[in-house]
Structure formats: C-alpha cells, structure tokens
C-alpha cells in the first residue's frame, strides 16, 4: 500500500532536510534578533494592560511554563478521541470507525500526549515572557513559530497512528527513522507551520482582548480576576475564531502527514495537494472535519486557558 509513498523519499529526505536547516536558522535567528532589540530599561513609564498585570505575585518563568503544560497536557488527552475523529474525517479516503474500529480514537493517547508537555511549556512560557514588552502578536508568533519543534513529530505520530499506518507508538518511531531518518518526523512542517502561527496568534490575541474587555466590565462588581467559567468561555470564543480561518491549511497539512495511509498517488507537494483537492473534490471539502476540530480546538483551549490561569491565580 505504501510502495508509491516511500519509493522517491531519498529525494524527499535531501530536499526536506535542506529546507528544514535553512529554515530552522532562519526563525532562531528572527527569534534573537527579536529578544535583543527588545529594551530592559526604559525612561518611559511601561504601561501594561490590566490583563496582563500581576493581581498577586508574579508567577517564575519556571512556573509559567510548568503550568502550561500541564494546562495543556491535561486538555489534549481528555480530548483526544475527538481530535481522532477529525483527523479521520479529513483523510483522503474519508477513513471511518467501522474501517478501523474504536481503538483508533484512543491509539497513541497517553504517549502522544505527552508531546503537548512540552508544547504548552514552550508557548506559555514564551508568550508569557515577552508579551508585556513585546505585545501579544509578537510575543505568540515567537511562541507557535518555537512550539513547532514540538508540536510537527507530535502530529506526524499521532495522525499515521490513528489513520492505522502504525500499529503503535513503538512501530511509528522505529519505521519512520529507519525509512525516512530524523527529518521524517518533520515531514509537512511547512503546512503545519503555517497553520500553527497564525491559529496561536489569533487565539492568544483574541482571549487577551476578551479578557481586558471582561475585566474591565468587572470592575463594576468588584471582581479582581476571572472565573474559571469565564476563562474557559473566552478560550473557547478565541479558538473558534482562529479555526474557521486556519480549517482549510488543517485539512491539507492532515492530508499530506496521512497520504500513506491512502491507496491514491502521493501528492507531489503542497500545491499539489491544494489543487487536487480544489478540482476533485471541490472548494468546501477544505472544511472537512471542521465540526470534529471546532469541539476538539473550543475544549482545548477553553480548558488550557482556565487551567493555566487558575494555577497562576493560586500558584500550587
């Protein structure tokens, strides 16, 4: 089945590994350049949004990275058989439950998740760094951009097992090192990447808004801080938004990471992929499996989101 898929990966690996280390040096160095120009002291009276100040101490960065991974850690695999069905419902053969069976919503749960660790202490402790001198945009662009070193061998291994391309973890790792090396984990990076930054951005800018605009009407009431409900309800409204803009690079990234599961000739590229599935199958299959994410980006976020705060307000 996967003959077609593996048989021009020499080319692919140098190509991608090429692009890859070039484009690695790129963002490090953009995330330097970054850092440095930002001042340390200024003559001017820094003025932070009430959302963004400290109601009690501080948090450590230490601790604003432990505490988003485990905020997103725990979200993800409480959520994670619904994430399954997405990435089932944008496949190229529309793959199903019935194909598969149940197991391929809960196939690589625990050690996949794992991943999102590391990924939400990348974000969290990035965005909540910078984003007082740097502002949000920038602050969680750096932080999706960062998180992608994560996040892509996190997609890659979790797609292909659910897709039932490998059997476990163990046979996904071991098979893809030893037919497409280290790079293969990064395979679609670009894809993934271009879906990541701009889905971060726009969930991080939005929740900071909300929050401001809702802290700010609960000053009426004496309320200092948000509720976890309310936390919650506002990083659901931020991911909602941010998914219906970024669904359509979703369904080709999940496309290109699943094609070994599917008996149709490997897409060439990206483009390719985005014009075959514009003249088969029409302009709104880029919106496939958008109810399954919507549910699945809405709780995890909404649940980060008030996870994280509600450790920073109590910092256990």
């Known amino acids: 089945m996967y003959s077609n898929f593996y048989s021009n990966e020499p080319r692919r690996v140098n190509k991608r590994k090429k692009v890859i280390s070039r484009s690695f040096v790129f963002f490090i160095g953009i995330y330097f350049i970054a850092v440095s120009a930002v001042?340390?002291?200024?003559?001017?009276?820094?003025?932070?949004p009430i959302s963004l100040q400290p109601l009690k101490s501080e948090s450590t960065a230490v601790q604003k990275?432990?505490?988003?991974?485990?905020?997103?850690?725990?979200?993800q695999a409480s959520l994670y058989p619904v994430d399954a069905m997405r990435t089932l419902a944008q496949t190229r053969d529309g793959r199903t439950l019935a194909e598969l069976g149940t197991k391929a919503l809960t196939k690589g749960c625990l050690t996949?998740?794992?991943?999102?660790?590391?990924?939400?202490?990348?974000?969290?402790?990035?965005?909540g760094a910078f984003r007082g001198r740097m502002g949000t945009v920038a602050a969680s662009a750096i932080a999706a951009?960062?998180?992608?070193?994560?996040s892509v061998p996190q997609e890659v291994i979790k797609q292909r097992l659910v897709t039932g391309v490998y059997d476990s973890f163990r046979d996904a790792i071991k098979t893809i090192y030893e037919k497409e090396g280290l790079l293969g984990?990064?395979?679609?990076?670009?894809?993934?990447?271009?879906?990541?930054?701009?889905?971060?951005?726009?969930?991080?800018t939005t929740q900071d808004f909300l929050k401001r605009r809702r802290l700010k009407r609960n000053r009426n009431v004496d309320a200092k801080e948000l509720s976890f409900v309310e936390n919650s309800?506002?990083?659901?409204?931020?991911?909602?938004?941010?998914?219906?803009?970024?669904?359509p690079v979703d369904v080709v990234k999940t496309r290109m990471m699943t094609q070994a599961a599917s008996n149709a000739t490997p897409y060439s590229s990206t483009f390719d992929c985005i014009l075959?599935?514009?003249k088969k199958?029409?302009?709104?299959?880029?919106?496939?499996?958008?109810?399954?994410?919507?549910?699945?980006?809405?709780?995890?976020?909404?649940?980060?989101?008030?996870?994280?705060?509600?450790?920073?307000?109590?910092?256990?």
Request: proline share 3%.
């Open 65 to 75: 990275m432990l505490f988003g991974g485990i905020s997103r850690g725990l979200a």
């Open 233 to 247: 309800i506002i990083g659901m409204s931020s991911a909602l938004l941010a998914g219906i803009i970024t669904n």
């Open 281 to 316: 199958e029409g302009p709104g299959k880029f919106y496939s499996g958008f109810k399954h994410r919507s549910v699945y980006m809405c709780g995890l976020w909404g649940i980060t989101f008030a996870l994280n705060a509600y450790f920073n307000d109590k910092q256990v």
């Open 276 to 278: 075959t599935t514009l």
């Open 39 to 48: 001042p340390t002291r200024s003559t001017k009276r820094n003025v932070i």
């Open 145 to 150: 951009a960062g998180s992608c070193i994560v």
């Open 185 to 204: 984990f990064y395979t679609c990076w670009k894809p993934t990447m271009v879906r990541n930054v701009p889905f971060v951005v726009i969930t991080f």
């Open 112 to 127: 996949t998740s794992s991943f999102a660790l590391l990924q939400g202490a990348v974000q969290f402790g990035i965005v």
